[in-house]
T-cell receptor, first 111, second 115 residues
Framework: SQQGEEDPQALSIQEGENATMNCSYK?????LQWYRQNSGRGLVHLIL?????REKHSGRLRVTLDTSKKSSSLLITASRAADTASYFC???????????FGAGTRLFVKA | GAGVSQSPSNKVTEKGKDVELRCDPI?????LYWYRQSLGQGLEFLIY????????KSGLPSDRFSAERTGGSVSTLTIQRTQQEDSAVYLC?????????????FGEGSWLTVV
């Protein structure tokens, strides 16, 4: 089952521009996480935002969470070619341990 | 090892054969997950194990798929009578016990090609 849905499915931008990706989910959550995947291999954790938080920053990453709309956004500022990857949101279905990932956004940053 | 280890990295098998994919989680992690990812697609949840509880098998696509976790550590995902649509990357991940953080740590995946 897919808990999260990301949009856009793909995003192509120039180096230096900001990239915004959105995620929606269906059930109640304790937290929401964003992961990055290079070349179809293992995912790497980027940032976690708890259900009682509205915004969180980590370096060039900014995550927002709106639990009333069941949605989150990931903003990457001043993008670099090395940011080219797929980005996924993940939530624990029903607040348990069953972690479900969205369909992902494929980001292309052109140098 | 320090990370989640999966083997084999790549497997080519003939349609109808059985395959076994192995996952060694991070030591001490109580939760272990299997996901499937077809080319260019998202992660499809297959199954997860949490401590000594019964596994959540709700994502297994058919009865040809099964998984076990021995001794609370190593896990094996078995696909019987493989079909071409089973071709995908199979990703394993593990997670610390409750209170140890929510981050899931992934292996590099096993790429399965059924010909």
């Amino acid at each position: 089952s897919q808990q999260g849905e990301e949009d856009p499915q793909a995003l192509s931008i120039q180096e230096g521009e900001n990239a915004t990706m959105n995620c929606s989910y269906k059930t109640s959550i304790n937290n929401l996480q964003w992961y990055r995947q290079n070349s179809g291999r293992g995912l790497v954790h980027l940032i976690l935002i708890r259900s009682n938080e509205r915004e969180k920053h980590s370096g060039r990453l900014r995550v927002t969470l709106d639990t009333s709309k069941k949605s989150s956004s990931l903003l990457i500022t001043a993008s670099r070619a090395a940011d080219t990857a797929s980005y996924f949101c993940a939530t624990d279905e029903g607040g348990g341990f069953k972690t479900i990932f969205g369909a992902g956004t494929r980001l292309f940053v052109k140098a | 090892g320090a990370g989640v280890s999966q083997s084999p990295s790549n497997k080519v098998t003939e349609k109808g054969k059985d395959v076994e994919l192995r996952c060694d989680p991070i030591s001490g992690h109580t939760a272990l997950y299997w996901y499937r990812q077809s080319l260019g697609q998202g992660l499809e949840f297959l199954i997860y194990f949490q401590g000594n509880s019964a596994p959540d098998k709700s994502g297994l696509p058919s009865d040809r798929f099964s998984a076990e976790r021995t001794g609370g550590s190593v896990s094996t995902l078995t696909i019987q009578r493989t079909q071409q649509e089973d071709s995908a990357v199979y990703l394993c991940a593990s997670r610390p016990p409750t209170g140890g953080g929510n981050t899931i740590y992934f292996g590099e995946g096993s790429w399965l090609t059924v010909v």
